[in-house]
């Protein structure tokens, strides 16, 4: 079965910089659709970032209280997707989530940052960020 793991998250002063990343394993072949999400205490899942099925080159789109901020990268030879956090703010903390769906039949599914939009999670990598 797919499996996706976080890796990444700790703690730091405001306006400082994290890298997380997002390894999967388990599939043989087809396209992605992948994304990061997160959830603060006592808050819904908000979606971060999403690269659609052609992968990092179609580009990224971004949720608005990240942008400017957060940018996604890739290591194709690891089957790593990162997410570099910059200029990170208290609001940034929470449990962070990277999420994928597979295909197979070649065609293109757009970027997403709906929840629903994905079959596999990994189990989340925490985030604090202090004043």
């Known amino acids: 079965q797919v499996q996706l793991m976080e890796t990444g998250g700790g703690s730091v002063q405001s306006g400082g910089s994290l890298r997380l990343s997002c390894t999967a394993s388990?599939?043989?072949?087809?396209?992605?659709?992948m994304a990061w999400f997160r959830q603060g205490s006592g808050t819904g899942r908000e979606g971060v970032a999403s690269?659609?099925?052609?992968?990092?080159?179609?580009?990224?789109i971004y949720g608005g209280s990240v942008k400017g901020r957060f940018t996604v990268s890739q290591d194709n030879a690891e089957s790593t997707l990162y997410l570099q956090m910059s200029s990170l703010k208290p609001d940034d903390t929470g449990v962070y989530y990277c999420?994928?769906?597979?295909?197979?039949?070649?065609?293109?599914?757009?970027?997403?940052?709906?929840?629903?939009?994905?079959?596999?999670w990994g189990q989340g990598t925490q985030v604090t960020v202090s004043s």
């Open positions: 999420a994928a769906s597979y295909f197979f039949d070649g065609y293109y599914y757009p970027k997403s940052l709906e929840i629903s939009d994905y079959r596999y």
């Open positions: 690269i659609d099925s052609r992968g990092l080159s179609g580009g990224a």
């Open positions: 388990g599939y043989t072949s087809g396209s992605y659709r």
